[in-house]
């Protein structure tokens, strides 16, 4: 079945640090991807996304996101955590010509310690 | 920027109860999507709809639940008669025309509570 996994379910990071959030995905093709972000009281915004072309893509907030079809992943990183990006993460799939809803992870929370 | 906006932020109703809840979409976007997300599980994909009709649906949207666009703005989520297991997270989203990737842009969710 097409599935999405986020393995972490919480993450802590000192500020300052680097930070790596992972993504599987269990498709036949190579779906369209992409990250959210959802900060409490707050929807979902789009971080990235990914559709073809360069595996490294760029985001908002100092974001970026590599696609690797051998591993079938999409990992978020960012260099240096700011405590404002303490929140809750969905990577999120959709498969081209088989509709446009999308299908995500379980969520990834993220802690920012000082 | 304009923002998807859904109303109320909270509702707490009484099983068996109907429920309505109400997304206003970005001015121009043409598809339009519910999602929900039971407390600390999935984001799970409802409904679609296009075109003044729905275009796709999950397992969970069966008869209980109803989407409509009454006045051309508003898009609604009805379930007819709530039960325990309806409580959750309810996000609206709305795809731009245009983008390739179909972009969706989410709105800040209703949280509904079944007692």
């Known amino acids: 079945a097409q599935s999405v996994t986020q393995p972490d379910i919480h993450i802590t990071v000192s500020e300052g640090a680097s930070l790596e959030l992972r993504c599987n995905y269990s498709?036949?093709?190579?779906?369209?991807l992409f990250w959210y972000v959802q900060s409490p009281g707050q929807g979902l915004q789009l971080l990235l996304k990914?559709?073809?072309?360069?595996?490294l893509v760029q985001g908002i907030k100092g974001f970026e996101a590599e696609f690797k079809r051998s591993q079938s992943s999409f990992n978020l990183r960012k260099p240096s955590v700011h405590w404002s990006d303490a929140a809750e993460y969905f990577c999120?799939?959709?498969?081209?010509?088989?509709?446009?809803?999308?299908?995500f992870g379980k969520g990834t929370t993220l802690s920012v310690s000082s | 920027e304009p923002e998807v906006t859904q109303t109320p932020s909270h509702q707490v109703t009484q099983m068996g109860q109907e429920v309505i809840l109400r997304c206003v979409p970005i001015?121009?976007?043409?598809?339009f999507y519910w999602y929900r997300q039971i407390l600390g599980q999935k984001v799970e994909f409802l409904v679609s709809?296009?075109?003044?009709?729905?275009?796709?649906k999950s397992e969970i949207f069966d008869d209980q639940f109803s989407v409509e666009r009454p006045d051309g703005s508003n898009f609604t989520l009805k379930i007819r008669s709530t039960k325990l297991e309806d409580s959750a997270m309810y996000f609206c989203a709305t795809i731009r025309p245009g983008t390739a990737v179909y972009e969706q842009y989410f709105g800040p969710g209703t949280r509904l509570t079944v007692t």
């Open positions: 001015s121009n976007h043409l598809y």
């Open positions: 498709y036949g093709a190579t779906p369209y």
């Open positions: 709809f296009y075109n003044n009709e729905i275009s796709e």
């Open positions: 990914y559709f073809s072309g360069d595996t």
């Open positions: 999120a799939a959709r498969i081209y010509q088989a509709g446009t809803a999308l299908i």
